[in-house]
């Protein structure tokens, strides 16, 4: 339970600056809301690798090439899950982007990224 929470945290500290980045894009940059979104979850998933890999599954001890490969094949999987989602549901739903990202983003955290990560990405060999 302690892992999980840990990785919670850092996936609420990873969300603020992807919240962050991809409302910059899109209310000041005036850019795509799926632009934005895809910006953000870049800035997003850099701040999560470094702060899962350290603190919350405490992985330094192996491979940064191998975890980074694994992260990123885990990432593009949730990068299409987020940016195909948030367009669906506020396309079709006609919900503003924020909201859309707000459902899809947790929906995506806890059903497919903690899991991956955990027993993929920084699992113990």
Known sequence: MKIFLKAQFSSLIATAVDFSVMIFFVEWLKVHYTIGVLSGAMAGALTNFVLNRNWAFNAIDRSIKEQSFKYVLVWTGSVLLNV????VVTHF?????????????????????????????FAAK
């Open 93 to 121: 739903l006609k919900i503003k982007y924020f909201i859309s990202k707000i459902i899809v983003s947790i929906a995506v955290g806890i059903s497919f990224n903690y899991f991956l990560q955990k027993k993929y990405v």
């Open 84 to 87: 195909s989602g948030v367009y």
